[in-house]
């Protein structure tokens, strides 16, 4: 069964950093680019930034200069590190793969399962 499993997060100061990761497990082969959304209380989810298979990267203005994303292809594992953390940074983070190469074949629009991030005043 493929699952994009997210760790990291938690609970850190303003000013703070953390680093999530975003792992593909399963019988699977690569990773296309893949997405990294916030979704706060009472929001709908925003894409926040995102990466190609080929490592580039692009990022909303509110992240821009403080949000890295980068990827290892071997791993099929992609990471968020974000640092000078803000309150309204606080949500739960998604990663998102549009295209998972498997052995029985691509899958399309693929979740992590989320995970909170709370950014203390």
């Known amino acids: 069964q493929v699952q994009l499993v997210q760790s990291g997060g938690g609970l850190v100061q303003a000013g703070g950093s953390l680093r999530l990761s975003c792992a593909a497990s399963?019988?699977?082969?690569?990773?296309?680019?893949v997405g990294w959304y916030r979704e706060a209380a009472g929001n709908r989810r925003e894409l926040i930034g995102g990466?190609?298979?080929?490592?580039?990267?692009n990022y909303d203005d509110s992240v821009k200069g403080r949000f890295t994303i980068s990827r290892d292809n071997a791993k099929n594992t992609v990471w968020l590190q974000m640092n000078s953390l803000k309150p309204e940074d606080t949500g739960v983070y998604y990663c998102?793969?549009?295209?998972?190469?498997?052995?029985?074949?691509?899958?399309?629009?693929?979740w992590g399962q989320g995970t909170q991030v709370t950014v203390s005043s």
């Open positions: 399963g019988s699977i082969s690569s990773i296309n680019a």
């Open positions: 998102n793969a549009d295209r998972i190469e498997t052995m029985s074949g691509p899958l399309y629009d693929y």
């Open positions: 990466i190609t298979s080929g490592g580039s990267t």
